[in-house]
């Protein structure tokens, strides 16, 4: 199975996707079975064409292709669809910034998600987790992605803001950023302005919930203005907001736009991670009992999980592992050319659009046999090829990776860990999960689940 061949010897395979309808491309696939059709286009070769509308567009299909092109972020540059609809959105933050300015913008940011620094954001992870799932009453339905994206919005605004926002207005944030998300989707496969300025009511509904997001930011800047100082991700910008950071001064609206770079990327994404782990274990009750016997025999008489923790808890965190490689949250992402360039020894114009997928990645099974397979196995120490490692791209690669990506690990780890300990949760036995349509993120949107308690040693009994 080794794939690790050296790049000078490697031919790579190109080829074009069949299927091309006119005008639409491969618009109408990409819509109604993104991930069949993500899945279809490695038989078809490394790099792959497709059409996005009438536009020709490149699909990088191998890992090591992959790595290749996200390793020269200043020819692949941040652009296309999907980060020129961001950019609207999310402005010049350090995931739409094109590649001059990002250097300095992720040396203001790194230090706050480094490993040293996140070891500090785990009691609030795991007070914030046991809140949200003591909450949920036995032998009740609960709304579980609502529940993980009000554990995710709660955390992540206590790490950049932190307790600048009352309950009531983290609810909002929180609403806020699910109604954004959704409309975000929409705009970017469909990429016609007049329509999103018609007065319907989802376009009302998306330009209030983008509105109050930006007023809620500003107020929380304005109110730290006047108070007092906090270590924390809005103490660090706006420190260099007055020319008092690591960079040359930012100004006020790159403050905003950090912040709400940073709520966007970071919060839905990890509540899509959790929904998924948690409906994962569901249907795979193998994984959920050795889950289950790890934490009773970590987290005696149901103590929450500390960071002294984390190294031991193993299986933990390889549930979290492959629920990215299975269900990864990021599974679409654009590059565009900024120059005439050859990839997989195939000459690309200025300006063409090249595309990258986790998804297909992680389900190709010359990779990862039987892709489909949810199995925390592949991840135990030792067990992974470099060739898997190099595949698994959840956070990306390269100077573009993700900037959460050990502060995503953590703090699912340990959610996890505090949710997985105290409640078991059941998928609805009337219900049949509605077909996955992927919007700017992937995973379970509106997953509702029945809640069980749980009590150590039950792994045992249900084995028995
Ligand atoms: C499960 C959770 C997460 C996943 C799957 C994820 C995935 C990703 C991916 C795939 C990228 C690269 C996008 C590209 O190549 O175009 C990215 C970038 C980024 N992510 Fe995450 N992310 C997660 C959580 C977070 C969190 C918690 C934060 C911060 C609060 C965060 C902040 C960022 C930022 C700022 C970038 C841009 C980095 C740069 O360009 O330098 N992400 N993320």
């Not at 996200?70 to 652009?79: A, E, M, S, V």
Request: proline letters at 8%; a neutral charge.
């Amino acid at each position: 199975m080794s794939r690790v061949v050296p790049a000078q010897e490697r031919v790579w395979r190109t080829g074009t996707a069949p299927g091309i309808f006119p005008v639409l491309g491969h618009g109408i696939a990409l819509f109604r079975r993104p991930l069949e059709f993500l899945n279809s286009l490695p038989s078809y070769g490394d790099l792959v064409e497709i059409r996005l509308g009438p536009q020709r567009a490149w699909m990088v299909c191998h890992p090591e292709l992959v790595h290749e092109m996200l390793k020269d972020p200043h020819t692949f540059d941040k652009g296309g669809p999907l980060y020129d609809r961001l950019g609207k959105l999310m402005g010049d933050g350090l995931v739409t910034c094109r590649q001059p300015t990002h250097r300095e913008k992720r040396r203001l940011l790194q230090p706050a998600f480094r490993p040293s620094h996140v070891a500090e954001y785990t009691d609030l992870v795991t007070e914030e987790a046991d809140a949200v799932c003591r909450a949920w009453p036995d032998g009740q339905d609960i709304p579980v992605t609502e529940a993980m994206m009000a554990l995710t919005t709660r955390v992540t605004s206590r790490v950049l803001l932190s307790d600048s926002l009352d309950d009531r207005t983290t609810a909002e944030v929180r609403d806020c950023l699910t109604a954004v998300v959704r409309g975000l989707f929409v705009r970017t496969v469909v990429p016609i302005d007049a329509l999103f300025r018609l007065p319907t009511p989802a376009n009302r509904r998306y330009r209030r919930a983008l509105s109050r997001l930006h007023e809620i930011i500003d107020a929380a800047i304005a109110e730290r203005r006047r108070g007092a100082d906090h270590d924390d991700v809005l103490g660090t910008l706006l420190k260099a907001a007055n020319g008092d950071g690591p960079t040359a001064a930012i100004t006020d609206q790159e403050v905003h736009d950090h912040l709400i770079t940073l709520l966007l990327t970071g919060v839905e994404t990890q509540a899509l991670a959790l929904a998924g782990a948690l409906s994962l274990l569901a249907r795979n009750p193998e994984a959920e009992r050795r889950l289950h016997a790890e934490l009773d025999s970590l987290l005696a008489e149901g103590r929450r999980p500390r960071a002294e923790d984390l190294p031991h808890l193993v299986y933990t965190r390889c549930v979290v592992s492959e629920t990215l490689r299975h269900s990864s949250p990021g599974w679409l992402f654009t590059r565009v050319a900024t120059k005439e360039t050859e990839l997989g020894g195939r000459r690309l114009p200025k300006g063409a659009t090249v595309l990258y997928s986790p998804h297909l990645l992680h389900h190709d099974p010359s990779s990862f046999p039987e892709p489909e397979r949810f199995d925390p196995d592949r991840w135990l120490p030792g067990q992974p090829t470099a060739e898997q490692r190099r595949a698994m791209m959840p956070f990306s690669a390269g100077s573009r990776k993700c900037l959460g990506d050990e502060f995503a690990m953590v703090e699912a780890t340990l959610a996890l860990a505090t949710i997985a300990g105290r409640r078991r949760l059941r998928h609805l036995p009337d219900r049949t999960e509605r077909k996955q349509r992927p919007g700017i993120t992937m995973g379970p949107r509106s997953l509702v689940m029945v809640c069980e308690p749980r009590t150590a040693g039950d792994h045992v009994v249900d084995n028995a």
